[in-house]
């Protein structure tokens, strides 16, 4: 549908007996979970973060320099190679993080606007979407143990595709 | 101690080798049951201590907080975790990151330079056997490398070298791409 311009808006009013049933049984529910919080909470705040802070440590994400990429390397050049793969091997979890993320807040807008979703999430869906056809485009199609020079080639046969696409529009054949 | 209902009346069946039929109520052994459940409780134990350290030792010092990395600081390989147990492995008992890299570095190394030798070997030792019916000249050691070296030395130790036993003047270093042949 997704209609949100002519949008009629209807009064309402609830009635009492379910005025009265969203407030027990939101009191009812948040009573259950704070009889199990509240001691905790308690405890946690006045006893243990106290001690804590005492000993407790920093700790840091770990940052890697760029190192020179596969297409820079010599040939038979097992060390550049080794470096350029790890790297490769980052930047893939980096990438994969992005896409997972964007699947969150897809989701979070979901739950947030329950039945609103389809008008009011397909930006987050559009991100998302876009971003995991460009990490196929990049990653995907990889044999299962693969190295940075197959998805150099990868980059190089694209590259080349496109070329040839744009020189002759006429003879562009497309895949079964 | 009680027995239960259900064994009596649904007659809790033997084994099919036993005596007796279905309907006969048929009572546990306590005995049996208290072997058992002390066999699953010392299992449990072997575990149960050294998780319950752990988790003291987590409690007691706390999670780490997520922090910039200060200037001109590096941080050691064991500050990169957040939880104290996982400090305290990554510090005492596992390797670094840095450590299995260079580790791995060194070894390619390595095998790099054993093949590069070999290809080389292999490429002499071919056109050898190739060229095995042509005048095999043999080839001298040069000894004026040894000369050289030893004058400069010499040079360096006494300032000005008296040429007793040479008398020739030293050999011009000048372009170093000329191999000593």
């Known amino acids: ?176 | 101690r009680r027995i239960s209902l259900s064994k009596v009346v649904r007659g809790d069946y033997p084994n099919f080798w036993g005596p007796g039929h279905i309907g006969v109520p048929r009572f546990g052994h306590r005995l049996k049951d208290y072997h058992f459940h002390d066999h699953i409780l010392q299992y449990a134990w072997i575990a149960a201590v050294p998780v319950a350290l752990m988790g003291l030792y987590s409690l007691y010092i706390g999670p780490a907080e997520l922090k910039d990395i200060p200037e001109g600081y590096e941080p050691r390989h064991w500050e990169y975790y957040r939880t104290p147990v996982q400090r305290y492995m990554h510090k005492w008992l596992y390797q670094s990151y840095e450590q299995a890299y260079e580790r791995n570095l060194h070894i390619l190394d390595l095998k790099y330079r054993k093949a590069e030798s070999k290809k080389k070997y292999w490429i002499v030792s071919n056109h050898m056997q190739t060229n095995f019916r042509y005048k095999g000249w043999y080839y001298l050691i040069d000894r004026r490398i040894e000369d050289v070296l030893m004058f400069d030395e010499l040079q360096k130790k006494h300032g000005m070298f008296r040429e007793y036993f040479y008398g020739r003047p030293p050999m011009d270093r000048s372009n170093p791409t000329d191999r000593h042949m």
């Not at chain 1, 980059?155 to 529009?169: D, F, G």
């Open chain 1, 1 to 176: 549908m997704g209609d949100g311009e002519n949008v009629v808006q209807k009064e309402f009013r609830v009635s009492l007996f379910e005025r009265t049933k969203d407030k027990v049984n939101g009191k009812l529910m948040l009573g259950i979970e704070a009889f199990f919080s509240k001691p905790a909470s308690y405890l946690k705040e006045n006893w243990i973060e106290p001690m804590q802070a005492k000993h407790r440590g920093n700790y840091y994400h770990r940052r890697f320099r760029r190192v020179p990429t596969i297409d820079e390397c010599l040939v038979d050049d097992q060390l550049c190679m080794y470096e350029a793969n790890e790297q490769m091997k980052r930047d893939k979890m980096v990438d994969k993080q992005i896409v997972k993320h964007l699947k969150i807040r897809f989701d979070e807008c979901r739950r947030k606007y329950q039945d609103g979703a389809q008008t009011r999430c397909y930006q987050t869906y559009e991100d998302w979407q876009n971003t995991r056809e460009d990490f196929l485009v990049k990653w995907g199609d990889m044999p299962p143990q693969h190295s940075a020079l197959d998805v150099y080639y990868k980059q190089v046969h694209r590259m080349i595709h496109e070329r040839r696409q744009r020189e002759n529009p006429e003879n562009n054949q497309k895949s079964v």
